[in-house]
T-cell receptor, first 114, second 111 residues
C-alpha cells in the first residue's frame, strides 16, 4: 500500500547547491506530476509527465528540471537552489491524464534554501 | 481573478454541518474535485463530481454543483474534530485536462 513515495522528507540547502527530489509510484499509473505548495498560494504545477517518455512544463517551471526515468519514477532537479525555492514539494500520479482521473499524492518534501 | 477561488478559513462547532465553497471560471465540461490535506501530509482525494451532475452524496459528504453560477460546494454533515484540515477544490482551466487547485480552505472544528 505504498502509493506515491517521496524522498527525502526534509532537506536544507545552501543557495547555489543542487539536489534531486525523488518520486516513485507503485500503482502502474501513467501520468505523474510535481507541485509546489507555498503558504496562501495553494498548489502550483511545476512539471508533469503524461506518459513514460514525455515531460511538459507547468505553471512555474523556471529553475527546475525533471526526468521520467521509467513508468514508476519521476524526479525533480534543482540545479542551483535559490531561497525562492523554499517550499513543500509534492509528487502526484494518476492512472492517465484526462478528466475523471483523481490524483494520488505523496507526503511531500519540505525544502529550505538558506 | 483566479481560476479557482475559495475562502481561506472556516470555523465550526463539533456536530454542526460545514459548508466549504468554491467558484471557478472555466465552463469546460469535466470533473471537479475535492481534496483534503491533514497537517504534515499530502492531499487525499475526497470526492469528485462530473459537470453533468447537480449533486453527489457520499456518506457525510455532499457535493453541490451550480453550473450556471460556476459554484461548487462541499457539505460535511456532523463535523468531527478529525475533519479539521485544509480542503482544496480543483477544477478545469483553459481546456487543459490538468485541474487547477484553489488556495485551500482551512477548516477548524472546535468542541
Amino acid at each position: 500500500n505504498a502509493g506515491v513515495t517521496q524522498t527525502p522528507k526534509f532537506q536544507v540547502l545552501k543557495t547555489g547547491q543542487s539536489m534531486t527530489l525523488q518520486c516513485a509510484q507503485d500503482m502502474n499509473h501513467n501520468s505523474m506530476y510535481w507541485y509546489r505548495q507555498d503558504p496562501g498560494m495553494g498548489l502550483r504545477l511545476i512539471y508533469y509527465s503524461a506518459s513514460e517518455g514525455t515531460t511538459d512544463k507547468g505553471e512555474v517551471p523556471n529553475g527546475y528540471n525533471v526526468s521520467r526515468l521509467n513508468k514508476r519514477e519521476f524526479s525533480l532537479r534543482l540545479e542551483s537552489a535559490a531561497p525562492s525555492q523554499t517550499s513543500v514539494y509534492f509528487c502526484a500520479s494518476s492512472e492517465a491524464q484526462g478528466a475523471g482521473y483523481g490524483y494520488t499524492f505523496g507526503s511531500g518534501t519540505r525544502l529550505t534554501v538558506v | 481573478g483566479e481560476d479557482v477561488e475559495q475562502s481561506l478559513f472556516l470555523s465550526v462547532r463539533e456536530g454542526d454541518s460545514s459548508v466549504i465553497n468554491c467558484t471557478y471560471t472555466d465552463s469546460s465540461s469535466t470533473y471537479l474535485y475535492w481534496y483534503k490535506q491533514e497537517p504534515g501530509a499530502g492531499l487525499q482525494l475526497l470526492t469528485y463530481i462530473f459537470s453533468n451532475m447537480d449533486m453527489k452524496q457520499d456518506q457525510r459528504l455532499t457535493v453541490l454543483l451550480n453550473k450556471k453560477d460556476k459554484h461548487l460546494s462541499l457539505r460535511i454533515a456532523d463535523t468531527q474534530t478529525g475533519d479539521s484540515a485544509i480542503y482544496f477544490c480543483a477544477g478545469p482551466t483553459g481546456g487543459s485536462y490538468i485541474p487547477t487547485f484553489g488556495r485551500g480552505t482551512s477548516l477548524i472544528v472546535h468542541p
